[in-house]
């Protein structure tokens, strides 16, 4: 039986990780003594609050910008975010010469647009319930001769992306599971092509909000479903389905995926900030979010989180997060 190659392997997160020395961040790695005791478990959060752009994206958007040919950075770049894709882009454009064009829903948040635009991005604004961004910026992209850099659909993205969770496996040693927020699944395959490609043994669990869970049906499916566009606080994850790529990935390679309410984020999200004075994005705490509620077996474990950004203005999260938990 031939099994089909998958689109990236552990030298291609390796290869990107020596390009992205010295321009993204090593983020920290964040212990607390009482989180550990709610969950009974050793908690190791990866902060990717803390990286350029204020996400873990800018590390698969400066590897797959960084690699194209002169010719065609002169001629500039499109993607198409709701808010963390489109920052990482535009500032991987800016900082290798190149302009770029950003596909964004028009109920993206306040921050995330006006940041996209600080970096000197082109905003263009579509429907997120009626219209379908792949086109307009593959349109945009055939009309301007611009080079497409999709969020997640991409082995350079997600190579990129996997960087995070290497060097939490760096410098955490060893683990007995990694959770890791899943919206089109760019992250989630490239830590667990990190993970199983270094330390095999170790549980690839992806997180998934309740409304948004497409990767879980699809994975339990066997193949991609597809399901409406979901309205949930985690706007970085609300998917319909999972990229064709990505799947590829997780579907050999992950273990497993849990689910977690905008409730359960919202306490995250509360909880991060009171005991561990970290901000933290609704879609940034879904890790957080499904060991708090006991969603994954945590009690005696040694846990990675990657806990993927914090964009968030100061408004919106006190609207989510200003009540009494």
């Given at each position: 039986m031939t099994t089909t190659p998958l689109p990236i392997t552990l030298d291609d997160v390796r290869d990107a990780a020596v390009r992205l020395q010295g321009v993204a961040h090593r983020t920290p790695v964040l212990r607390s003594r009482t989180l550990d005791r709610i969950v009974g478990?050793?908690?190791?959060?990866?902060c990717e609050n803390f990286q350029r752009v204020g996400a873990f994206k800018f590390r698969g958007a400066y590897n797959a910008v960084s690699r194209l040919a002169p010719e065609q950075l002169a001629r500039g770049v499109v993607?198409?975010?709701?808010?963390?894709?489109?920052?990482?882009?535009?500032?991987?454009?800016?900082?290798?010469?190149?302009?770029?064009v950003i596909v964004m829903p028009e109920d993206?948040?306040?921050?995330?647009?006006a940041a996209t635009e600080a970096y000197g991005a082109e905003i263009v604004t579509y429907d997120r319930y009626s219209g379908d961004r792949a086109a307009l910026a593959g349109g945009l992209a055939a009309d301007r001769g611009l080079a497409l850099i999709p969020p997640y659909e991409h082995p350079h993205v997600m190579a990129g992306q996997?960087?995070?969770?290497l060097e939490l496996l760096e410098e955490a040693g060893e683990l007995d599971a990694l959770l890791a927020p899943v919206g089109g699944g760019g992250l989630i395959a490239g830590s667990a092509t990190a993970v199983k490609g270094t330390r095999p043994r170790v549980r690839v669990v992806g997180v998934e909000p309740?409304?948004?869970?497409d990767t879980k049906r699809s994975l339990e499916a066997g193949r991609r479903i597809e399901i409406p566009v979901p309205r949930t606080i985690a706007d970085g994850q609300a998917l319909h389905t999972p990229g064709e790529?990505?799947?590829?990935?997780?579907q050999r390679l992950v273990d497993e995926i849990a689910l977690v309410s905008d409730d359960e984020i919202r306490s995250a999200m509360r909880f991060a900030f009171e005991r561990l004075k970290v901000v933290?994005?609704?879609s940034g705490a879904t890790g957080l979010a499904a060991l708090l509620a006991g969603r994954v077996e945590a009690p005696g474990r040694r846990i990675g989180?990657?806990?993927?950004?914090?964009?968030?203005?100061?408004?919106r999260f006190a609207e989510l997060c200003g009540g009494a938990g």
């Open positions: 478990a050793e908690v190791l959060l990866k993607a198409y975010s709701s808010g963390n894709h489109a920052q990482a882009v535009a500032l991987a454009a800016r900082e290798l010469g190149a302009s770029a993206a948040p306040r921050s995330k647009r996997g960087t995070a969770a309740e409304a948004g869970d790529l990505t799947f590829s990935v997780n933290m994005e609704p989180v990657i806990v993927s950004g914090g964009n968030i203005d100061a408004a």
